[in-house]
């Protein structure tokens, strides 16, 4: 069964840093394509970043540049290393996993595990 934690989020101030991490407590993240999503108030959810079955990584426009998606197989940790954050990556963050062959899917549909989610903040 698929456990999946996040932690990390907070507030910073814009252009400052955090870094997001999600631990699966219940299987390994070498057998799931795992990303990161975001949810702002009053606005769709986003995909952020994709790790794939293969290890190829994709990223939304919005996030390229910025926002470095990792896992650590070992600890069943997948990370979101966030720098230059601005006013509008504040959303709720949250991981999914899935073990299906969609290929680097930024689509929230194709995921069936979910995490509760980490809240970050970036003020002006």
């Known amino acids: 069964q698929v456990q999946l934690v996040e932690s990390g989020g907070g507030s910073v101030q814009y252009g400052g840093s955090l870094r997001l991490s999600c631990v699966d407590f219940?299987?390994?993240?070498?057998?799931?394509?795992m990303a990161w999503f975001r949810q702002a108030p009053g606005q769709e959810r986003e995909g952020v970043a994709v790790i794939d079955l293969d290890g190829s990584i994709r990223y939304a426009d919005s996030v390229k540049g910025r926002f470095t998606i990792s896992q650590d197989n070992a600890k069943n940790t997948l990370y979101l290393q966030m720098n230059s954050l601005k006013p509008e990556d504040t959303a709720m963050y949250y991981c999914?996993?899935?073990?299906?062959?969609?290929?680097?899917?930024?689509?929230?549909?194709?995921?069936?595990?979910w995490g509760q989610g980490t809240q970050v903040t970036v003020s002006s």
């Open positions: 219940g299987y390994s993240y070498s057998n799931y394509r």
């Open positions: 999914a996993a899935d073990f299906r062959s969609f290929g680097p899917s930024l689509r929230g549909y194709e995921y069936k595990y």
